[in-house]
């Protein structure tokens, strides 16, 4: 695929068992007929890859090499110009998690993947766990993931200095990570090279001070389309909840009663409430979470897309000014789609904006 700066697109699948790479296909990596990555911001599985693959390589046996019993995948995507050496960032890494349907009449099958996340969903807790009352919260997540994945790699990790609250998790261990994440008001998730990453949600923010890259219609912006909705604005917030050692369940409400604040309960936008379950284990703890997600939620919010030239260096929550015409936003990158074969060398992405929040709002 060639871009139009003359560069053309270039990508590589590797198939790994067992932390080794056992695929015969070199730097040219699987074949792959079609295939696309695409990756939002969230906790758990955030980033997927799906391909056409030929129907050759269709794994019939437990130990074919794509099997979704074993076969993880690494892909690769980047630029080469000309004689100069090519330049490639990963994209993605994860296990199959399905192959098919084939037929024997079928030239290809589907093949699809999702990123470690899915591996920590799936190692439940055979028996409840203390929550670890007192610990840092970025701590035990870093326990709780390297009992799935003993030689996992880490990325970014945003202290916040939250603690654990008093409590038991009965079998879900994703489920615990998410519930550390909110209450330190941080996203968990795997980066493209397959990195455990703990992140302040970017867009919860005052405001975003430096970019981490400017993008504008001579360095790859194709389009930019900036809309609005009162969707996912709320003024009054209500959180209930019953922690493991919990007797009695516990709530809190927070409302927006700045009566200059657009988004003023008895203002034109009228009452908007959100009801939210979380585990907490007092009702200071309830309170807290209901005026942080308060703040969050009062922000009247410019949704963002575009499409870009295919940038495999951007990460999520990456932040990036978006420059065309005399528009000029800074926001972070929320989710991504990047075409890595059999289509145009562009990715599609959202972005968000600053929200402002404060911790006492409300």
Request: one cysteine or more.
């Amino acid at each position: 695929m060639v871009g139009a700066g003359g560069g053309r697109l270039v990508y590589r699948v590797e198939v790994w068992w067992s932390g080794v790479r056992v695929d015969s296909f070199g730097d040219a990596g699987l074949p792959v007929d079609a295939g696309t990555v695409s990756a939002s911001i969230q906790n758990r599985s955030a980033r997927n890859f799906s391909a056409m693959v030929p129907a050759e390589y269709f794994p019939y046996e437990d130990t074919s090499l794509l099997s979704p019993l074993g076969a993880e995948l690494r892909v690769w995507c980047g630029w080469r110009f000309g004689s100069m050496p090519v330049w490639m960032f990963p994209v993605f890494v994860g296990p199959v998690v399905s192959v098919g349907p084939i037929s024997p009449w079928s030239a290809s099958f589907t093949l699809s993947a999702t990123d470690l996340g899915d591996g920590v969903a799936a190692d439940r807790f055979l028996v409840p766990q203390a929550a670890g009352v007192g610990k840092l919260a970025t701590d035990r997540v870093r326990q709780l993931v390297r009992e799935t994945y003993p030689e996992i790699g880490f990325g970014r990790f945003d202290e916040q200095y939250t603690v654990v609250p008093d409590g038991t998790w009965d079998s879900d261990r994703a489920g615990a990570c998410d519930g550390l994440a909110k209450a330190a008001s941080c996203v968990w998730f795997f980066t493209a090279g397959g990195l455990l990453t703990w992140r302040r949600i970017p867009w919860t923010l005052t405001s975003f001070d430096v970019a981490d890259v400017t993008i504008g219609t001579a360095t790859g912006l194709n389009s930019l389309e900036v809309s609005r909705s009162r969707d996912d604005v709320f003024n009054v917030v209500v959180v209930r909840g019953e922690s493991g050692t919990a007797d009695v369940p516990v709530s809190a409400v927070a409302m927006d009663l700045d009566e200059d604040s657009p988004t003023y309960v008895d203002g034109p936008l009228g009452g908007r409430v959100l009801e939210l379950s979380e585990d907490v284990s007092s009702v200071a703890q309830a309170q807290s979470l209901a005026r942080q997600r308060l703040a969050r939620s009062r922000a009247v919010r410019r949704e963002i897309s575009g499409e870009l030239v295919t940038d495999p260096s951007l990460e999520l929550g990456d932040i990036v000014d978006l420059v065309v015409a005399d528009w000029r936003i800074r926001a972070a990158l929320t989710s991504l789609s990047i075409q890595i074969a059999g289509g145009r060398p562009t990715m599609s992405c959202t972005f968000r904006e600053a929200e402002g929040v404060v911790e006492d709002a409300g």
